[in-house]
């Protein structure tokens, strides 16, 4: 049977959906994958021994479209899952079920005859909680908020797989990368090496913490774990936020700037060798997820029940009323330095012996 998967972004998104690999190939033994993705996402997949083939599409350019159609129109699709929710796309998978003999059965997002964005009713039980549902927006949001299920259970359920687990698989030269960068920063010395990728880039700004709550969460880690040392993570749209926090940290904490520029893989080889991530819903979570990385995540405008931790780590949620809104300007500041210590003395297996402390 030929599959062709369809998710291109964001690059969280592309790498949570990995989880319905493992399922898709033990229920369908000899099955052929084909999927579309972003170039920027490719590195996420790259590696993968699931995937059998792989191809790109940049959607912003009309030729790479047109290309990605003819080259997928010379397959007989046997099943399509069609997780993006985009006209360019959505016309493609149109075009793929209208012209072919034997209509594949799809799951998820098309393009109708008018060239509006529809979704399958199979797959509705996802694309009701988005921007394309059927219902209002109000109502998208209130689904989104009483659900209970998580991205990887809710797809599995959609698709009739068992339930797996997003996987990340990275080359050797980026773990030797890796390594060095550690030892060169005599990284070995400290005990534990706790990750911080606190902000989430420029769109959901209240998925982030502030610089000075990010400052004093190190703060007050620092004054019972004697020996730890803070590294900041993030990427291109983190390095002004990286700068605050490293002159609010000053020569009071031990701690390492990795940069905002390193490669992905490279990136996801250096959270890979961490003892605690704690991040915001973004990349760096959903990498942390698929390496089996411990992590404090805290959730504001997202939901906290569509992540799955699988048991390697705590979530902290904003009590705000305004929670899972997706909300740009929610209120996250119930996502305090005091829980998320707690939490991360809770994951470490740390009992705090300094009972001063405010963990409430």
């Given at each position: 049977?030929?599959?062709?998967?369809?998710?291109?972004?964001?690059?969280?998104?592309?790498?949570?959906?990995?989880?319905?690999?493992?399922?898709?190939?033990?229920?369908?033994?000899?099955?052929?994958?084909?999927?579309?993705?972003?170039?920027?996402?490719?590195d996420?997949?790259?590696?993968?021994?699931?995937?059998?083939?792989?191809?790109?599409?940049?959607?912003?350019?009309?030729k790479?479209?047109?290309?990605?159609?003819?080259t997928?129109?010379?397959?007989?699709w046997?099943?399509?899952?069609?997780?993006?929710?985009?006209n360019?796309?959505?016309?493609?998978?149109n075009?793929?079920?209208?012209?072919?003999?034997?209509?594949?059965?799809?799951?998820?997002?098309?393009?109708?005859?008018?060239?509006?964005?529809?979704?399958?009713?199979n797959?509705?039980?996802?694309?009701?909680?988005?921007?394309?549902?059927?219902?209002?927006?109000?109502?998208?949001?209130?689904?989104?908020?009483?659900?209970?299920?998580?991205?990887?259970?809710?797809?599995?359920?959609?698709?009739?797989?068992?339930?797996?687990?997003?996987?990340?698989?990275?080359?050797?030269?980026?773990?030797r990368?890796?390594?060095?960068?550690?030892?060169?920063?005599?990284?070995?010395?400290?005990?534990?090496?706790?990750?911080?990728?606190?902000?989430?880039?420029?769109?959901?700004?209240?998925?982030?913490?502030?610089?000075?709550?990010?400052?004093?969460?190190?703060?007050?880690?620092?004054?019972?774990?004697?020996?730890?040392?803070?590294?900041?993570?993030?990427?291109k749209?983190?390095?002004?936020?990286?700068?605050?926090?490293?002159?609010?940290l000053?020569?009071?904490?031990?701690?390492?700037d990795?940069?905002?520029?390193?490669p992905?893989?490279?990136?996801?080889?250096?959270?890979?060798?961490?003892?605690?991530?704690?991040?915001?819903d973004?990349?760096?979570?959903?990498?942390a997820?698929?390496?089996?990385?411990?992590?404090?995540?805290?959730?504001?405008p997202?939901?906290?029940?569509e992540?799955?931790?699988?048991?390697?780590?705590?979530?902290?949620?904003?009590?705000?009323?305004?929670?899972?809104?997706?909300?740009?300007?929610?209120?996250?500041?119930?996502?305090?330095?005091e829980?998320l210590?707690?939490?991360?003395?809770?994951?470490?297996?740390?009992?705090?012996?300094?009972?001063?402390?405010?963990?409430?």
């Amino acid at each position: 049977m030929k599959f062709l998967i369809i998710k291109t972004e964001a690059l969280g998104d592309v790498l949570r959906t990995t989880s319905i690999l493992s399922g898709l190939k033990k229920r369908y033994p000899g099955s052929h994958i084909t999927w579309l993705t972003a170039p920027n996402a490719i590195d996420l997949i790259l590696h993968h021994p699931l995937i059998n083939k792989i191809l790109t599409v940049d959607i912003k350019n009309t030729k790479s479209v047109e290309q990605v159609f003819c080259t997928l129109n010379l397959t007989s699709w046997d099943q399509i899952f069609s997780f993006e929710e985009n006209n360019y796309l959505g016309r493609i998978v149109n075009k793929l079920i209208r012209n072919k003999r034997n209509d594949p059965i799809l799951y998820g997002v098309y393009c109708d005859y008018n060239d509006r964005l529809r979704y399958t009713t199979n797959s509705s039980k996802w694309f009701d909680m988005s921007l394309i549902s059927k219902y209002s927006i109000n109502k998208a949001n209130q689904l989104k908020n009483e659900n209970t299920q998580s991205y990887n259970e809710i797809f599995a359920k959609m698709i009739g797989i068992e339930k797996g687990k997003p996987e990340l698989f990275i080359p050797e030269t980026e773990i030797r990368k890796a390594h060095s960068f550690y030892n060169d920063n005599n990284l070995e010395a400290f005990q534990p090496i706790i990750g911080l990728n606190t902000s989430a880039g420029n769109r959901w700004k209240s998925k982030r913490l502030s610089e000075e709550c990010t400052a004093g969460l190190a703060h007050k880690l620092r004054i019972n774990l004697n020996n730890v040392l803070f590294l900041l993570l993030g990427g291109k749209s983190e390095e002004n936020y990286n700068k605050r926090i490293k002159s609010l940290l000053k020569n009071d904490v031990d701690f390492v700037d990795s940069g905002v520029h390193r490669p992905l893989l490279e990136f996801a080889a250096i959270i890979q060798l961490l003892d605690l991530l704690i991040v915001s819903d973004t990349l760096a979570l959903h990498i942390a997820i698929a390496l089996d990385v411990p992590v404090v995540s805290f959730f504001s405008p997202t939901s906290a029940n569509e992540i799955e931790l699988y048991g390697n780590g705590e979530k902290v949620i904003s009590h705000s009323n305004d929670y899972c809104s997706y909300r740009p300007n929610t209120d996250n500041s119930s996502i305090t330095p005091e829980r998320l210590v707690e939490a991360s003395y809770n994951v470490l297996r740390y009992q705090p012996k300094d009972t001063m402390i405010n963990l409430n």
